[in-house]
């Protein structure tokens, strides 16, 4: 039987390519959502994918998700950490529910999901973590200083994160996704998406199995050397 692994958000957009690039990959995939029924079962009904309904916020429901899915699955081996929502608005207009919810989501979750499989994967000697960071959080985005900063926060997360598994072989990696062709990016407003797009050198947005492309290199076996990294996935938008 292939490797365990949680995909969060697992079961649309970006998620949902990963959950299924594991699956043709080998891997046993749990692919969690929080909100939206219809489309969890779906993603089921076409892919075979369990699908796990939590809150990735909510540390207790974490931990309860965690120990059913290693119950029912075995250990899990793979931990990508995908869930993430937008509350879009300029500082001056934004709300601290508009704050805390990214925050919690978006950044929180880390905390929360790793804490629950890091003791099982250190006893085990292996682990793969991959948090899913933006490009938004390497350059900043007008209207989004809760987004950057929880993206942002996830960048420095990953490599204090990596340093502490290193050497129990659990790799921890980053991505940084550009503006990738999902429901979150189509929501921004049009003219605002074509002055990105505009600056995209590759010239259009990403496709979302070319983040699962990648997830799939850094959860390999053979990457035991990369850890700490992060990889931008951006068509050339943001390079340093
Ligand atoms: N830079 C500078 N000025 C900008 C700007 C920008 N990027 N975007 C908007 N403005 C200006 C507008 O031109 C406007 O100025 P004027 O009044 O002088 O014309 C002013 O800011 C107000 O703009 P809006 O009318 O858009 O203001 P709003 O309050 O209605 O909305 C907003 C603000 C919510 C931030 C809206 O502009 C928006 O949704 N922007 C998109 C933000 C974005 O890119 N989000 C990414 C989502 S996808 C994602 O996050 C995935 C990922 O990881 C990449």
Same mark, same amino acid.
């Given at each position: 039987?292939?490797?365990? $692994? ?10 949902? $390519? ?61 931990? #990508? ?8 608005? *300029? ?38 973590? =991959? ?40 790799? =921890? ?23 990105? #797009? ?15 492309? *990648? ?26």
């Amino acid at each position: 039987m292939g490797r365990v $692994a949680i995909v969060t958000g697992g079961t649309r957009g970006i998620g949902k $390519a990963i959950s299924i690039g594991l699956k043709r990959a080998g891997y046993q995939p749990a692919a969690t959502y929080q909100g939206n029924d219809e489309a969890a079962k779906a993603f089921n009904a076409e892919t075979g994918i369990r699908v796990y309904k939590f809150d990735v916020a909510d540390y207790d429901h974490c931990v309860a998700a965690v120990k059913r899915i290693a119950g029912e699955m075995g250990p899990v081996d793979v931990l #990508v950490n995908n869930a993430g929502i937008t509350r879009d608005a *300029t500082l001056h207009k934004m709300s601290p529910g508009q704050w805390k919810e990214v925050i919690d989501t978006n950044l929180t979750s880390c905390f929360n999901m790793c804490r629950c499989v890091i003791e099982s994967m250190r006893e085990r000697g292996f682990g793969r973590i =991959v948090n899913i960071g933006s490009i938004n959080g390497q350059a900043g985005q007008y209207g989004q200083v809760n987004y950057a900063a929880a993206k942002s926060g996830i960048h420095g997360f990953t490599k204090a994160l990596a340093q502490e598994g290193a050497a129990k072989g659990i790799t =921890v990696n980053a991505i940084a996704p550009g503006y990738i062709n999902t429901d979150m990016v189509r929501a921004v407003p049009a003219p605002v998406l074509e002055k990105i #797009v505009a600056k995209i050198p590759v010239g259009r947005l990403g496709e979302a199995e070319e983040i699962a492309r *990648t997830v799939l290199f850094l959860v390999a076996d053979e990457a035991g050397f990369v850890t700490g990294s992060t990889v931008s996935v951006n068509g050339g938008q943001h390079m340093y």
